[in-house]
């Protein structure tokens, strides 16, 4: 079984992230591509999807060692055909995940919890008059 999963395809959470420039490795358009993934949301997905696939939290992105984490995923079976016939692609892959991912059950938690304690801190911040110090005229 580790020997078949080395031949696996690799998704980055970077590939999807929307915060990330192409330079920086987002493969997919910012506008279909959702605020920072993590690999246990990703293969969360990617259950949803019927698609086999392991997490490996412990390999980091070759551009960005601090970017931990990635998913090995098989589109096709020996056979093959498609796991999922709506899916041909590793960027169709990644857009169905980058859609669902906003709509993860984690995410969905969090957002009820923080979304009252959220209005609270910004009511503080305002415009600040630091701008003009330093100038002087000649």
């Keep these: 079984m580790e020997r078949e999963i080395k031949k696996w395809n690799i998704i980055y959470p970077v590939y999807m992230n929307s915060k990330k420039t192409i330079a920086e490795g987002r493969r997919i358009s910012a506008s279909k591509a959702c605020e920072n993934p993590t690999c246990m949301e990703i293969s969360d997905c990617c259950a949803h999807l019927k698609i086999p696939h392991a997490v490996e939290i412990d390999k980091a992105y070759p551009r960005d060692f601090m970017q931990v984490g990635r ?4 589109l096709k079976k020996a056979d093959g055909s498609f796991w999922n016939p709506a899916i041909s692609s590793k960027k169709a892959l990644m857009l169905q995940i980058a859609e ?3 709509k993860h059950h984690e995410r969905t938690k969090k957002q009820e919890t923080t979304g009252s304690s959220s209005a609270a801190g910004a009511a503080g ?3 600040s008059k630091s701008g003009k110090h330093g100038k002087k005229k000649k």
């Design 71 to 74: 998913v090995r995923f098989q």
């Design 100 to 102: 669902l991912v906003p």
């Design 125 to 127: 911040a305002g415009p």
